[in-house]
């Protein structure tokens, strides 16, 4: 079965600070990854994915993060966070096949002025 | 195209009571998926469509929920004698099958469900 580990409930970073967010997962064979953003009120958005090529993604809004098989990792980065990145992050995860969209539980990002 | 839709936004209901949500994806997604969202928590899969036909249920989905998606367009989620442990949101998405966008989930505001 496929999962996905948000190991931080919460991240805090001062503005123009670089945030990381973490991402663990399970999965048999090759993994499809992706990041999306939930802003209060609003629906989950999409910010990047990896299938397949080179293990850094680049997405929406500055956001990029670095596929690590070794370490069955995906972790979300921004050299520089705004205020405007507070807000709901979650890591997802496929299988191969027609496997469904597995989510973490989340990661609270909390940028500080 | 306008995004995916869901209505209601919002459902209050009695327990025991049956509730119907509407999910319009982007015309041209021939895929729709279902899933349920709790405080604190990722969304979990419910269920998904490739047109009409409805392709993976979770386990998750009692016989109290049924979905359907009859021409392969809007879908509906209904759940009968609902109960307290139903309150959450309930998330509609679509997405190509094929192609670059195979992949990418487009999701809808959601359907907020509080049973009383």
């Known amino acids: 079965a496929q999962s996905v580990a948000q190991p931080e409930d919460q991240v805090n970073v001062a503005e123009g600070n670089p945030l990381t967010v973490k991402c663990t997962y399970s999965?048999?064979?090759?993994?499809?990854l992706f990041w999306y953003v939930q802003y209060p009120n609003r629906g989950l958005q999409f910010l990047l994915k990896?299938?397949?090529?080179?293990?850094l993604v680049k997405g929406s809004y500055g956001f990029e993060a670095e596929f690590n098989k070794s370490q069955t990792s995906f972790h979300l980065k921004k050299p520089s966070a705004l205020v405007s990145d507070s807000a709901l992050y979650f890591c997802?995860?496929?299988?191969?096949?027609?496997?469904?969209?597995?989510f973490g539980k989340g990661t609270r990002l909390s940028v500080i002025a | 195209d306008t995004g995916v839709s869901q209505d209601p936004r919002h459902k209050i209901t009695k327990r025991g009571q049956n509730v119907t949500f509407r999910c319009d994806p982007i015309?041209?997604?021939?895929?729709l998926y279902w899933y349920r969202q709790t405080l604190g928590q990722g969304p979990e899969f419910l269920t998904y469509?490739?047109?009409?036909?409805?392709?993976?249920k979770s386990r998750l989905l009692s016989d109290r929920f049924s979905a359907e998606r009859p021409k392969g367009s809007f879908s509906t989620l209904e759940i009968q004698r609902t109960e307290q442990g139903d309150s959450a949101m309930y998330l509609c998405?679509?997405?190509?099958?094929?192609?670059?966008?195979?992949?990418?989930?487009?999701f809808g505001a959601g359907s907020r469900l509080t049973v009383l």
């Open positions: 998405a679509s997405s190509l099958a094929q192609g670059t966008g195979a992949n990418v989930l487009t």
């Open positions: 999965v048999s064979g090759n993994p499809y």
């Open positions: 990896y299938i397949t090529g080179d293990n």
């Open positions: 997802a995860v496929r299988g191969t096949g027609n496997t469904p969209l597995v």
């Open positions: 015309s041209e997604h021939n895929r």
């Open positions: 469509f490739q047109n009409e036909a409805q392709l993976e």
